[in-house]
C-alpha cells in the first residue's frame, strides 16, 4: 500500500490550500482516510477523517469551520480544504490510512508553512 501527498508548500496568512492524499495498493479494501499534523511543540495532532461508506466527516474542534476533508473514491484521493490559513497552521501534514483489516498506512509528509 501506497499512501503519497501533495499539496503543500508557502502561503500567506488568510490564504488557502488544498493537499491531495492518493492512495494505491488497497485493491478494494474500504478505508478510513484521515490528516494528521507535526509539529515540534505539540508534536502529530489529529486533524480530520472521512469515513466509509458514506463519506461521514469528523474535524477536530481546533480546525472546525476552516478546514474541510473528503474523498473522491474513484480517484482513491483523500482531500484537506484549509481555508483562512493562520502561522500557528504551519506543520508537516500527514495522510493516515486504515484500512478494513485494521492495518495503518502512513504517508511521507508535506510541509504547510504559512508566513507573511
Known amino acids: 500500500v501506497q499512501v503519497v501527498e501533495s499539496g503543500g508548500g508557502l502561503v500567506q496568512p488568510g490564504g488557502s490550500l488544498r493537499l491531495s492524499c492518493v492512495v494505491s495498493?488497497?485493491?478494494?479494501?474500504?478505508?478510513?482516510g484521515s490528516w494528521y499534523r507535526q509539529t515540534p511543540e505539540k508534536g502529530r495532532e489529529f486533524v480530520a477523517s472521512?469515513?466509509?461508506?458514506?463519506?461521514?466527516?469528523n474535524v477536530a474542534d481546533s480546525w472546525k469551520g476552516r478546514f474541510a476533508i473528503s474523498r473522491d473514491n474513484a480517484k482513491n484521493t483523500v482531500y484537506l480544504q484549509m481555508n483562512s490559513l493562520k502561522p500557528e497552521d504551519t506543520a508537516v501534514y500527514y495522510c493516515?490510512?486504515?484500512?478494513?483489516?485494521?492495518?495503518?498506512?502512513w504517508g511521507q509528509g508535506t510541509q504547510v508553512t504559512v508566513t507573511s
Open positions: 495498493g488497497l485493491n478494494g479494501r474500504s478505508y478510513v
Open positions: 472521512v469515513f466509509n461508506p458514506h463519506d461521514q466527516t
Open positions: 493516515h490510512v486504515q484500512d478494513s483489516g485494521d492495518y495503518d498506512y
